[in-house]
């Protein structure tokens, strides 16, 4: 009988005739059960109950998914993709001089078409010309404003060409036919800088006011009016990925708008002064402008989402109105109120080529999208049109002939030696005298 039978039992039992012995396993099997266990592997087993020493102990805490919000807080944080290298030296054959187009009033924008091939420009004649790129001839003129034209821009696709003007409105045109599409009433006092959208469904013009409106071309009665600026508003632009609209004004204010909310999501204060440019890079991600500090005219870049100045390129020593950028965002032409057109690379920050003085003041500059043409204008009523020797273009190489004609025109250019160069639309399309 074990010591704690219970007495019940007693009778019923056999008495034994020798107490039990514990038997214990020998110390050998211990380590030869290790050893093969350790070779095997021990076999799962099924979840046990709790033993009896652990029985009065508090069960442990129990473990369930996170919920969704918990898990994207105490997740880790997304690795950054990698910096993007820096791009090889971007290659240019020395500008040369095309033509010299002469206007009846002051410049005071242009704009290249998707393909290059064309030039609108806007003047205080309250006209918008459209030019061969190449050829440096007159396609039409637009005669609908009744006060200056102060901007002028392409439809992303190219099939029409957009003026505002100081009447008050903008007008939508067909660069095919030369005929006037639409009129848009903008805002009060008149309208100084116009912009698609990449769907080219909608319109922003930027006014004197200070105020913007942005209309639907589909729709007369869907637009909206955005007030933040507390003067002209020379540049907008739309973004391409968001539904943002840039501004940039006379009062210093760099702004980004959120269309849906029609509030500045991002405020950047710069210096005041007339600045006619302003825009995103092709993909979103940076806004680009110029503005003037200790070092003189900037071109600076700032991170679209939070405003941060990512990069600053000190470029003269005068403000710098009017910039532009190819649409690889490489090449950037800066012109300045000194009257000098610079060309740089811009991710790398290296100066490229300075286009000879020729004006007071490049209130209108443009690039075209391959970064193959420049062309500039200013108060002189006179656009000079420039081709750069980019390496692969059809173009990057001209006989000498021609190189003799661009000294030629760059020459008369400083004389205003235009005499006998009208052609029948009134127009000069070279000093003829090179030709």
């Known amino acids: 009988m074990t010591p704690h039978e219970p007495a019940s039992s007693r009778s019923s039992r056999a008495p034994s005739p020798k107490p039990s012995v514990e038997r214990r396993p020998a110390p050998g099997a211990i380590v030869l059960c290790a050893l093969l266990v350790a070779a095997c592997g021990s076999p799962p087993r099924a979840a046990e109950p709790a033993s009896p020493e652990r029985a009065g102990a508090?069960?442990?805490?129990?473990?369930?998914?996170?919920?969704?919000?918990?898990?994207?807080?105490?997740?880790?944080?997304?690795?950054?993709?990698?910096?993007?290298?820096?791009p090889e030296p971007l290659s240019l054959g020395a500008p040369k001089l095309l033509h010299v187009l002469r206007h009846e009033g002051d410049i005071f924008s242009l704009a290249f078409d998707p393909t290059g091939q064309w030039i609108a420009t806007g003047c205080a004649d309250k006209r918008v010309r459209l030019w061969s790129?190449?050829?440096?001839?007159?396609?039409?003129?637009?005669?609908?404003?009744?006060?200056?034209?102060?901007?002028?821009?392409?439809?992303?696709?190219?099939?029409?060409?957009?003026?505002?003007s100081f009447d008050g409105t903008a007008k939508t045109w067909d660069p095919k036919t030369g005929k006037r599409v639409a009129t848009v009433v903008g805002p009060e006092g008149g309208v100084v800088s116009v912009a698609y959208s990449k769907d080219g469904r909608r319109l922003a013009m930027g006014g004197a006011n200070g105020h913007i409106v942005v209309a639907d071309l589909g729709d007369e009665t869907a637009r909206i009016e955005l007030a933040g600026?507390?003067?002209?508003?020379?540049?907008?632009?739309?973004?391409?990925?968001?539904?943002?609209?840039?501004?940039?004004?006379?009062?210093?204010?760099?702004?980004?708008?959120?269309?849906?909310?029609?509030?500045?999501?991002?405020?950047?204060?710069?210096?005041?002064?007339?600045?006619?440019?302003?825009?995103?890079?092709?993909?979103?991600?940076?806004?680009?402008?110029?503005?003037?500090?200790?070092?003189?005219?900037?071109?600076?870049?700032?991170?679209?989402?939070?405003?941060?100045?990512?990069?600053?390129?000190?470029?003269g020593s005068s403000l710098a109105p009017s910039i532009a950028l190819s649409a690889d965002d490489r090449l950037?032409?800066?012109?300045?109120?000194?009257?000098?057109?610079?060309?740089?690379?811009?991710?790398?920050?290296?100066?490229?080529?300075?286009?000879?003085?020729?004006?007071?003041?490049?209130?209108?500059?443009?690039?075209?999208p391959d970064g193959h043409y420049v062309a500039a204008g200013?108060?002189?009523?006179?656009?000079?049109?420039?081709?750069?020797?980019?390496?692969?273009?059809?173009?990057?190489?001209?006989?000498?002939?021609?190189?003799?004609?661009?000294?030629?025109?760059?020459?008369?250019?400083?004389?205003n030696a235009y005499a006998d160069c009208a052609d029948e639309s009134g127009m000069v399309a070279c000093p003829c005298r090179c030709d």
Not at 267 to 279: E, F, N, Q
């Open 58 to 86: 508090p069960p442990p805490p129990a473990t369930r998914a996170p919920e969704p919000e918990a898990a994207a807080a105490t997740a880790s944080p997304p690795t950054p993709p990698p910096r993007s290298p820096t």
């Open 133 to 164: 790129t190449v050829a440096g001839k007159l396609r039409h003129t637009f005669k609908d404003h009744r006060d200056a034209v102060s901007s002028v821009a392409f439809r992303p696709d190219g099939g029409e060409l957009a003026s505002g």
């Open 229 to 315: 600026h507390g003067g002209s508003v020379r540049s907008v632009a739309f973004a391409r990925a968001h539904d943002w609209l840039l501004s940039r004004a006379d009062d210093g204010l760099l702004l980004v708008w959120d269309l849906t909310t029609t509030k500045p999501i991002v405020k950047v204060p710069l210096s005041t002064g007339a600045v006619w440019s302003a825009r995103f890079t092709t993909n979103d991600a940076s806004l680009v402008t110029t503005w003037e500090n200790a070092d003189g005219a900037t071109v600076g870049s700032w991170d679209a989402g939070t405003g941060k100045l990512v990069r600053a390129l000190p470029v």
């Open 332 to 368: 950037l032409a800066v012109g300045t109120a000194e009257g000098h057109v610079k060309l740089w690379d811009f991710p790398r920050g290296e100066r490229l080529f300075d286009l000879a003085p020729f004006r007071k003041n490049v209130s209108a500059l443009g690039v075209s």
């Open 378 to 415: 200013g108060p002189d009523d006179l656009l000079d049109v420039w081709e750069l020797g980019v390496p692969g273009s059809a173009r990057a190489a001209e006989p000498a002939d021609k190189k003799d004609r661009a000294a030629c025109l760059a020459e008369c250019r400083h004389r």
